[in-house]
C-alpha cells in the first residue's frame, strides 16, 4: 500500500506522484531522478561555467547559420 | 436550466434570495465559505475518490457556476471548469477567486471534504452533494450501495426542483414591516489581523448530551444554543467594570432553521432562515435553568409557520421591491453591506445545528465522525459554532477570529461541568 507523505492519501500502485497534492512517491521520486543519473553519463554542457559570448562570435555564428 | 444538458453555455440563474448579500460582504477574510467534513475508517483511496468525484461530475449543474457582475444584479453562469479536488493542506474555508467553481472538494489521510460559498447553497446542499460523493466513492471501493438507498445518483438528470429559489415558490404578499430590534452585546476580543481563522473542534457523546437536554426536557439545540448564551453572559461577567457598563446587554443568539421541514421543496440552493433567541441582562442575571426555559419558548414562537412565512414575504418582498430592482449593483451592494452590518449587530453569535446525520448501517460503518465548520464569522461577532452529530458523537467546532479561546473554554467547561465528557481535537 503506497500513501502518499505529503497529504497521507493511499495511491494507487502505478501512481509516481500523488494526484492531489503533487508529491513524488517513492518510485515518482526514483523516476524523477533518474533522467540526471543518465546525464550524468552523457553529460550536458555544464551552464554554471559560463563561457563568455562576444558579440563577434554571435555574427559569426549568424552568417554560418544564413550562408551570409 | 432546464435545457442545461444541451444549451449548458447559455445559461444562468438568478441568485437565491439569501444568496444576494453574500457577493457585496465576502472578502479573502469573509469568505462565506463553510466546510463539511467526515473522517473515515479507513483512508481515503485516491483512484476511487477522484473516479467518484468524475462520476458526479455533471449530476449538480447548478454548482458548476461561475459569479457574473450584471448592471443590476450578480448572477450564476454555468462554467464547463472541472471540479477542483485538492489535498486538504490549507486553512478550511478559504475564498473562491472569480475564476473559480464556488465549491471545492478535499482529500486528507482519512477526511474527505467539502467547501462550498453560501452563494451557491446551505449547509444542507451540501450535505448531500457529500452524499452523493461518497456512496458513489465507497461504490467504487467495492461496498454495495442497497438500491434503496435515497441519495442523488450520478446517472440521474436534476430535477427542476433542485435549482429552485425556493423562497420565491413560498413568497406571498403579506406585511412585511421591519421589526426594531435593539443591538446585541458582542465579544470585546481583539481581532487577528490576517489569516485570522481558527478553529477549535470537540467532540462529545451524544448518548450523555442527550440525556442532559432531556433531563432539562427541551432538544439538542435548545440546550447548545443555552450554554451559548450562559457562556456569553459569563464572559460579560468577567469583564472589568468599565467595559461592562460600555456593552449592550442582550445577548441573542442567530440559529439558523433549514425551511425544508416546514416547506416541502428539493432545492439544494439557499433555503434557511434565522431565529433569534435572547436573553436580556438588563433584566439580572440568568440562571441556566431560566436561560433554558426562556430559549424553549421563543423557538417554539419563532418557528411558527405564519412567522416563517411573514419573514419570507419581508425578506423576499424587499428584494423585489421595484425601486430597488432598478438600483445600480454597485449602489444595491454599498447598501447590502450596510445592512449586513446593521443585522449582525443585532446578535451576539450564531449557533447551526446540522442535526445528526444516519445514511445506512452498512455505510455508517465505514465512517468515524462528520464535522462542520461554520463560515468565518465576521470582525463584530468574532466566534461562531457549528455542530453535527454522527453515531454517538458531536462535532462542536468554533470558528474564531481572535486570539482568546474565553467563549469556548467557558462552554467546554459548562458541558463537563453538566456531566458531558468533552475531548478536544
Not at chain 1, 561555467?49 to 554560418?64: E, N, Q, T
Not at chain 2, 447559455?10 to 465576502?26: C, F, M, Q, S, T
Not at chain 2, 468524475?54 to 471548469?81: D, Q
Not at chain 2, 443591538?183 to 481558527?198: D, E, G, M, Y
Amino acid at each position: 500500500m503506497k500513501i502518499c507523505k505529503n497529504c497521507g492519501v493511499e495511491l494507487a500502485d502505478d501512481m509516481l506522484y500523488c494526484p492531489l497534492c503533487g508529491e513524488l512517491s517513492d518510485e515518482g521520486a526514483l523516476a524523477h531522478y533518474e533522467p540526471a543519473t543518465r546525464h550524468d553519463s552523457h553529460p550536458h554542457p555544464v551552464l554554471s561555467g559560463k563561457k563568455s559570448v562576444s558579440p563577434k562570435s554571435i555574427v559569426a555564428l549568424i552568417k554560418r547559420k544564413f550562408h551570409v | 436550466m432546464k435545457e442545461l444538458a444541451n444549451r449548458r453555455n447559455e445559461v444562468w440563474l438568478r441568485l437565491d434570495n439569501a444568496a444576494k448579500i453574500y457577493p457585496a460582504i465576502r472578502s479573502p477574510e469573509l469568505t462565506a465559505v463553510f466546510r463539511i467534513s467526515v473522517d473515515l475508517a479507513q483512508r481515503v483511496k485516491v483512484a476511487a475518490f477522484l473516479d467518484a468525484v468524475n462520476a458526479i461530475e455533471n449530476r449538480f449543474p447548478y454548482y458548476k457556476v461561475r459569479l457574473r457582475t450584471g448592471f443590476f444584479w450578480y448572477y450564476l453562469e454555468y462554467s464547463a471548469l472541472p471540479i477542483a479536488v485538492k489535498a486538504d493542506t490549507d486553512r478550511p474555508c478559504r475564498d473562491f477567486n472569480k475564476r473559480e467553481l464556488m465549491f471545492r472538494v478535499l482529500a486528507r489521510e482519512n477526511t474527505i471534504s467539502v467547501e462550498f460559498s453560501h452563494i451557491l447553497t446551505d449547509a444542507t446542499g451540501a450535505f448531500e452533494f457529500l452524499k452523493s460523493l461518497l456512496l458513489v466513492y465507497f461504490e467504487k471501493c467495492g461496498i454495495a450501495i442497497s438500491p434503496e438507498q435515497a441519495f442523488l445518483r450520478p446517472g440521474e438528470t436534476p430535477a427542476n426542483e433542485e435549482y429552485e429559489d425556493a423562497y420565491s415558490r413560498y413568497f406571498k404578499k403579506g406585511p412585511s414591516s421591519l421589526i426594531q430590534v435593539r443591538k446585541a452585546f458582542h465579544l470585546p476580543f481583539t481581532v487577528k489581523k490576517t489569516s485570522r481563522f481558527n478553529v477549535l473542534t470537540a467532540m462529545i457523546p451524544l448518548d450523555e448530551t442527550s440525556g442532559r437536554s432531556r433531563h432539562y426536557g427541551v432538544s439538542l439545540t435548545e440546550y447548545f444554543i443555552a450554554v451559548y448564551l450562559f457562556s456569553l453572559q459569563q464572559v460579560y461577567e468577567n469583564l472589568p467594570l468599565r467595559s461592562r457598563r460600555g456593552s449592550n446587554r442582550i445577548f441573542r443568539i442567530e440559529v439558523p432553521v433549514n425551511l425544508r421541514r416546514m416547506l416541502p421543496t428539493r432545492t439544494m440552493r439557499n433555503f434557511t432562515l434565522y431565529v433569534l433567541p435572547e436573553i436580556d441582562l438588563r433584566l439580572g442575571a440568568y440562571t441556566f435553568e431560566e436561560i433554558i426555559k426562556t430559549v424553549y419558548h421563543q423557538m417554539r414562537l419563532e418557528t411558527d409557520q405564519k412567522l416563517i412565512n411573514k419573514v419570507i414575504s419581508r425578506n423576499v418582498g424587499s428584494l423585489n421591491n421595484h425601486f430597488v430592482r432598478r438600483v445600480p449593483l454597485f449602489i444595491k451592494s454599498f447598501l447590502l453591506s450596510r445592512f449586513y452590518a446593521i443585522g449582525t449587530s443585532r446578535y451576539s453569535g450564531v449557533v447551526t445545528n446540522l442535526g445528526k446525520i444516519d445514511i445506512a448501517p452498512d455505510i455508517n460503518s465505514q465512517m468515524d465522525n462528520f464535522k462542520f465548520i461554520p463560515p468565518p464569522p465576521n470582525k463584530i461577532l468574532k466566534v461562531n459554532c457549528g455542530i453535527v452529530g454522527f453515531g454517538n458523537k458531536i462535532a462542536l467546532s468554533f470558528g474564531n477570529i481572535t486570539s482568546s479561546r474565553e467563549l469556548e473554554k467557558a462552554f467546554l467547561k459548562f458541558l463537563t461541568d453538566d456531566g458531558v465528557h468533552v475531548q478536544t481535537i
